[in-house]
């Protein structure tokens, strides 16, 4: 009787919601996207229990930073790893997490920079501090293996540009062979 009702397809491999490597994300870069998640969200845990600052304005922009890179990166970890970047609506991935590595590199470093200058100089903030900078690091590292195995995703020739969501159409040359058969007057 078990076998009247078994199985009769096989699984498909490709219905994975987990999906790394895949043309967004290799797994060297999914290692370093977890690695800046674990830092940021290190960092942001580490400024969080500063319980007194002599001037506070850097701590905060530190915890804006630690606390947007940790989020945003998990999300998109998340987005990148799984089938949910197919129903986005976001065709432009490698554009997208190039130019948020970078940016958030660079606000991690400035962060970084603001708070190590301007801290009362406990071990907390020190540690916080450092991992700021290994934060910041990563990102940068995430961004020069993204150019150093995929390019530049700005540089001409790379993807195709899009249109509602569509390819853009490109125009072909006239045709210059006449159609078999047909008789020139």
């Known amino acids: 009787m078990g076998e009247v009702y078994a199985s009769t397809t096989a699984p498909?491999?490709?219905?994975?919601?987990?999906?790394?490597?895949?043309?967004?994300?290799?797994?060297?870069?999914?290692?370093?996207?977890?690695?800046?998640?674990?830092?940021s969200l290190v960092a942001f845990v580490l400024e969080e229990?500063?319980?007194?600052?002599?001037?506070c304005s850097s701590l905060y922009f530190f915890e804006f930073v630690s606390c947007t890179a940790f989020l945003f990166t998990l999300l998109l970890l998340i987005l990148l790893s799984t089938s949910l970047n197919g129903r986005v609506g976001?065709?432009?991935w490698t554009k997208l997490d190039f130019v948020y590595s970078c940016s958030i590199?660079?606000?991690?470093?400035?962060?970084?920079i603001v708070?190590?200058?301007?801290?009362?100089?406990?071990?907390?903030?020190?540690?916080?501090?450092a991992f700021g900078f290994l934060a910041t690091v990563i990102f940068f590292l995430d961004a020069g293996w993204h150019v150093k195995t995929l390019g530049s995703p700005f540089a001409p020739g790379g993807t195709p540009q899009?249109?509602?969501?569509?390819?853009?159409?490109?125009?072909?040359?006239?045709?210059?062979?006449?159609?078999?058969?047909?008789?020139?007057?």
Do not use: H, Y
């Open 12 to 39: 498909n491999p490709k219905a994975s919601w987990f999906i790394v490597p895949s043309e967004n994300l290799d797994k060297v870069r999914f290692g370093l996207k977890v690695i800046q998640v674990l830092l």
């Open 90 to 92: 976001i065709t432009c």
């Open 105 to 112: 590199a660079l606000l991690f470093l400035i962060a970084s």
């Open 49 to 55: 229990m500063v319980s007194s600052c002599s001037s």
């Open 162 to 185: 899009t249109s509602n969501g569509g390819p853009v159409a490109v125009e072909s040359q006239p045709e210059t062979e006449k159609l078999a058969g047909a008789t020139s007057e």
């Open 115 to 129: 708070f190590a200058s301007d801290n009362s100089n406990t071990t907390l903030e020190r540690s916080a501090v």
